[in-house]
T-cell receptor
Framework: AQTVTQSQPEMSVQEAETVTLSCTYDTSESDYYLFWYKQPPSRQMILVIRQEAYKQQNATENRFSVNFQKAAKSFSLKISDSQLGDAAMYFCAYSLSGGSNYKLTFGKGTLLTVNP | DAGITQSPRHKVTETGTPVTLRCHQTENHRYMYWYRQDPGHGLRLIHYSYGVKDTDKGEVSDGYSVSRSKTEDFLLTLESATSSQTSVYFC??????????????FGDGTRLSIL
């Protein structure tokens, strides 16, 4: 079974600085997807970024980027120019590609605090 | 807004009572999911559906049942609620086309407390 590990239960960053959240996963598959979701205090689950395993290029979305290391099974999230609105719980998630009913396996989350 | 409505948003009930949570979507997506979120566990899959009347178990399905009689509605039932089922429940939907995993979109969650 696939597992996702987020080793940092909590992180903090100063406003305008850069922070990196770690995620590792375990799978024997070669074709899969990885996601970062953000959950602010409102409890909404918001998709931040998505990476397809067969793509070597790291995904980016504005101030958010990932460092995808397939051989190391590592998928970290970098937030640049951190803003107060980035404060949230961040979840890393894995999904097997096609034919798997697209189920998500989540890590336990990293709580990010942004200090003014 | 992905067009997902969960009801109720909050519920308090007693041990041993039946509880049904509803997820309604307006997107006509094929896949629907129920997760529970507990501190220290992240989100864990309870059950999912890949079409009308097509459902399967997730990793924490004991004590839960589901039904999907229409594309737009996915019901989660706790036949006899227990305190260990106190949690926040999320519904999610996905178009899930071919080999390109469309991301799941989530409802706003239902906070369920069982006393």
């Amino acid at each position: 079974a696939q597992t996702v590990t987020q080793s940092q239960p909590e992180m903090s960053v100063q406003e305008a600085e850069t922070v990196t959240l770690s995620c590792t996963y375990d799978t024997s598959e070669s074709d899969y997807y990885l996601f970062w979701y953000k959950q602010p205090p409102s409890r909404q689950m918001i998709l931040v970024i998505r990476q397809e395993a067969y793509k070597q290029q790291n995904a980016t979305e504005n101030r958010f980027s990932v460092n995808f290391q397939k051989a190391a099974k590592s998928f970290s999230l970098k937030i640049s120019d951190s803003q107060l609105g980035d404060a949230a719980m961040y979840f890393c998630a894995y999904s097997l590609s096609g034919g798997s009913n697209y189920k998500l396996t989540f890590g336990k989350g990293t709580l990010l605090t942004v200090n003014p | 807004d992905a067009g997902i409505t969960q009801s109720p948003r909050h519920k308090v009930t007693e041990t041993g009572t039946p509880v049904t949570l509803r997820c309604h979507q307006t997107e006509n997506h094929r896949y629907m999911y129920w997760y529970r979120q507990d501190p220290g566990h992240g989100l864990r899959l309870i059950h999912y559906s890949y079409g009308v009347k097509d459902t399967d178990k997730g990793e924490v399905s004991d004590g839960y049942s589901v039904s999907r009689s229409k594309t737009e509605d996915f019901l989660l039932t706790l036949e006899s609620a227990t305190s260990s089922q106190t949690s926040v429940y999320f519904c999610a939907i996905s178009r899930g086309t071919g080999g390109s995993n469309q991301p799941q979109h989530f409802g706003d969650g239902t906070r369920l407390s069982i006393l």
